[in-house]
T-cell receptor
Framework: NAGVMQNPRHLVRRRGQEARLRCSPM?????VYWYRQLPEEGLKFMVY????????ESGMPKERFSAEFPKEGPSILRIQQVVRGDSAAYFC?????????????FGQGTRLTVV | AQSVTQLGSHVSVSEGALVLLRCNYS??????LFWYVQYPNQGLQLLLK??????LVKGINGFEAEFKKSETSFHLTKPSAHMSDAAEYFC???????????FGSGTKLNVKP
């Protein structure tokens, strides 16, 4: 059973371009979470999705950021018109159920650099 | 509201010495608490979790943590540090309903030979 797969591992974008980050959850997991880790900081919650539904997006910036988890295929975190401040590591996690005591499995992250 | 504070952004111990990484939490409901480890350029790996069963929780690689409600703490310990323990450690609290983690800012553990 493969772990949570994120790609690409590293992504370089120029200011104003779009960044698309992909996350394939573990097999059998229908709950996906995105976190952002700024340099020298802990991870900050961005969004929680179940198949085709956004459950909680309280951590998402109001503009330029969007997330989806379609019925088929990976979850996508999309950042439009990237700025230098978007440079960070973006981690995806998945879990098999929704309980707060359930272990979440993390991917290796996508490190976005905006130049 | 939930939050986590990790005291000490960097901790350095000698190989074989006790490891103590501090975590204090704030939660308006009985919390679920987690310790994760992150190796360079890797994702997070679960070390252990507290889910309101035993207050002393044993995890992988010889780590354990004790939930102390009166002190709102969940400190991580290991009796004898190994070089392979050098990594960054994150304490997290989650909501009751789903895995919305609130992470501390992390503690980087350095192990000296």
């Amino acid at each position: 059973n493969a772990g949570v797969m994120q790609n690409p591992r590293h992504l370089v974008r120029r200011r104003g371009q779009e960044a698309r980050l992909r996350c394939s959850p573990m097999k059998g997991h229908s709950h996906v979470y995105w976190y952002r880790q700024l340099p020298e900081e802990g991870l900050k919650f961005m969004v929680y999705l179940q198949k085709e539904n956004i459950i909680d997006e309280s951590g998402m910036p109001k503009e330029r950021f969007s997330a989806e988890f379609p019925k088929e295929g990976p979850s996508i975190l999309r950042i439009q018109q990237v700025v230098r401040g978007d440079s960070a590591a973006y981690f995806c996690a998945s879990s098999p159920s929704t309980g707060g005591d359930t272990e979440a499995f993390f991917g290796q992250g996508t490190r976005l650099t905006v130049v | 509201a939930q939050s986590v504070t990790q005291l000490g952004s960097h901790v350095s111990v000698s190989e074989g010495a006790l490891v103590l990484l501090r975590c204090n939490y704030s939660s308006s409901v009985p919390p679920y608490l987690f310790w994760y480890v992150q190796y360079p350029n890797q994702g997070l790996q679960l070390l252990l979790k507290y889910t309101s069963a035993a207050t002393l929780v044993k995890g992988i690689n010889g780590f354990e943590a004790e939930f102390k409600k009166s002190e709102t703490s969940f400190h991580l310990t290991k009796p004898s540090a190994h070089m392979s323990d050098a990594a960054e450690y994150f304490c997290a609290v989650s909501g009751r309903n789903f895995n919305k983690f609130y992470f501390g800012s992390g503690t980087k553990l350095n192990v000296k030979p």
